[in-house]
């Protein structure tokens, strides 16, 4: 009969610290940094831009997800992905509706017309019409990158000339 009793409160013991919770802690999303996105091969790096595409991106738009830890993100995309990088690849679209030959389409709308924005592409400073024209007439294919400086840096860079902004273009070699 001891040997029972022992074994009951054995066994009893054993259920009741089995239902210990466990101690965790959670962080807030919301103060977290976040891993670099990777959409079709461009680098989203700005915040907004990337939260606008996470919340956008449908499960059957998407191809594949690759998630990039450590030095395997650094290597393929530098310190900006120290953080990790999410790697999506999205389906290829089979609409064969349309016949157009346009691949894809670049511009740039609410800078008024008298404003002079300064464009740099590839180290060359373009005004105006001659801007307009260039970007008008490029393929999105041939750009690498496009960054955007407005008030202090621009004028900090450029000075006068980089009073209304600057439009600095990189294309692809």
Do not use: H
């Not at 290597?75 to 389906?91: D, E, P």
């Amino acid at each position: 009969m001891k040997k029972i009793i022992t074994l009951v409160l054995l066994v009893a013991t054993y259920i009741v610290s089995a239902q210990q919770m466990p101690n965790i802690k959670c962080a807030s999303a919301r103060n977290a940094q976040q891993p670099l996105w990777v959409v079709n091969d461009v680098v989203l790096t700005d915040e907004k831009v990337s939260s606008i595409v996470q919340k956008s991106l449908k499960s059957d738009d998407i191809e594949s997800i690759n998630v990039l830890k450590g030095a395997s993100a650094v290597a393929i995309y530098g310190n900006k992905a120290q953080r990790g990088a999410i790697v999506v690849t999205l389906k290829k679209s089979n609409d064969t509706s349309s016949n157009d030959k346009t691949v894809g389409s670049l511009s740039v709308t609410g800078v008024p017309s008298n404003t002079d924005l300064l464009v740099i592409v590839d180290g060359k400073e373009m005004y105006a019409t001659e801007a307009t024209n260039f970007m008008s007439n490029i393929s999105p294919e041939k750009i690498d990158s496009i960054m955007v400086l407005k008030d202090p840096i621009a004028l900090t860079k450029y000075g006068d000339k980089g009073k209304n902004g600057v439009l600095i273009v990189t294309l692809k070699k």
